[in-house]
């Protein structure tokens, strides 16, 4: 399935919502309808914008002017069996992204530790493949007690695929706070993106780790191919589901998947798409994640205004955008990163690049570079000189530091 969510929405028979009425009746407990969420989708390019300032509403009530900052450590990369049709690790992958097995404790802590530098306050300790073993999970578990030691303030959430019974229990007893496990999309599409598990399994497992006193983080990748009514059924599977933290991916169709060259989304698209999970889920936690870059665009920071949390630096096989950058945008949208609310984003940026300089690994200057995305190649990740996305070839698995 091909179908552009912007131009469905379009031509959908839904009508357009008052986005102002509509937050002010979110605020006052109103839980969002279908025919609503999907007015929310057809709202026209031109609205789009008043339809960000009125979810804004929402996102202040809740959590104010902060930006949640999370970093990704990928503990393991590639070699997965799953077949996944959107990810670049599944079985059958020719992307040529990095693979390598587990890392040391030690080195995964220290990757950690870039990134809560760079002012993250939750790490995402993640691992290819359709499950942990039980010895995986105690790997896993000995990370996550010395990451504790060493930085007891920060959030450790651990993403290792579909758990079997007491998994979930011994990573919280090493001191995990969350677990992700995505929904990804609608359980109507589910069939069509991946046959070597199913939906519900998916689901199962965000329960067992809710069941275990984990704070559940489950979202979606938008530009499958899902329409509109598809969105709306996932938006509001995961609010039935319960998930704290929702985490919004855009699609990044990596050579040698089957989701190569999809390209199914707009900024203004993705920026509706936020503006629906949002007023369907007010009081949760709303991540911008993978494919930010490459889809919403020069709308990153417009979409803060209704997200209060993104990912820092890279993700799991592809690069993101500079770190220092990352940061200077939360700056210049007017916002603070949680738990620096006494320091400026921009001084967060200035105090990272200043322990970088005094370690001896400068950041290339992604300015400077003229790319912006923190890559160092003189093209840029987004000129069309060069195919999205950037495959990560720094950090985690490599002896080059990390974009944090």
């Not at 067992?208 to 709306?232: D, M, N, R």
Request: aromatic residues 4%; glycine residues 10%.
């Amino acid at each position: 399935m091909t179908l552009n969510i912007a131009a469905a929405a379009e031509s959908s028979s839904a009508a357009p919502v008052n986005a102002e009425e509509l937050a002010a009746k979110v605020l006052e407990g109103h839980k969002l309808t279908e025919a609503e969420a999907l007015g929310i989708l057809a709202t026209p390019d031109y609205a789009t914008l008043p339809l960000v300032g009125a979810a804004g509403t929402l996102r202040r009530k809740y959590f104010g002017n902060s930006v949640k900052v999370n970093y990704l450590v990928n503990l393991k990369s590639g070699l997965c069996p799953e077949d996944c049709t959107y990810c670049s690790q599944r079985l059958g992958s020719t992307a040529e992204i990095l693979k390598y097995t587990w890392l040391k404790a030690d080195e995964a802590v220290a990757q950690a530790g870039y990134g809560i530098a760079g002012g993250a306050s939750r790490v995402c300790m993640v691992a290819s493949g359709k499950g942990p073993t039980d010895r995986d999970v105690d790997r896993v578990a000995t990370m996550v007690e010395q990451l504790k030691e060493e930085h007891p303030q920060v959030e450790v959430c651990a993403c290792l695929g579909i758990l079997k019974d007491g998994q979930a229990a011994r990573l919280k007893d090493a001191g995990a706070d969350a677990y992700n496990h995505n929904l990804n999309t609608s359980e109507s599409l589910y069939p069509e993106i991946c046959t070597s598990h199913s939906y519900q399994d998916r689901v199962n497992t965000v329960q067992q780790a809710q069941a275990a006193g984990l704070s559940s983080c489950s979202g979606l990748i938008v530009g499958l191919g899902e329409t509109p009514e598809q969105l709306v059924e996932a938006v509001f599977a995961l609010r039935e589901l319960g998930s704290e933290s929702i985490p919004v991916n855009f699609l990044m169709p990596f050579d040698g998947t089957p989701m190569e060259g999809t390209w199914l989304l707009t900024p203004l698209a993705c920026l509706r798409i936020l503006a629906l999970v949002r007023m369907a889920c007010p009081d949760k936690e709303l991540r911008i994640a993978g494919g930010r870059e490459m889809h919403l665009r020069s709308l990153q920071s417009t979409a803060l205004e209704v997200a209060n949390s993104i990912f820092l630096g890279d993700y799991l096989t592809s690069e993101g955008q500079g770190a220092k950058k990352d940061l200077e945008m939360i700056a210049d949208a007017g916002f603070v990163v949680l738990g620096q609310e006494a320091s400026s984003p921009a001084e967060v940026a200035r105090r990272l690049q200043e322990a970088a300089h005094a370690a001896g690994h400068q950041e290339a200057a992604p300015d400077a570079a003229g790319g912006g995305c923190g890559t160092g190649c003189s093209t840029g990740c987004g000129s069309g000189a060069q195919r999205e996305p950037v495959l990560r070839r720094r950090g985690a698995g490599t002896k080059e530091d990390p974009n944090a």
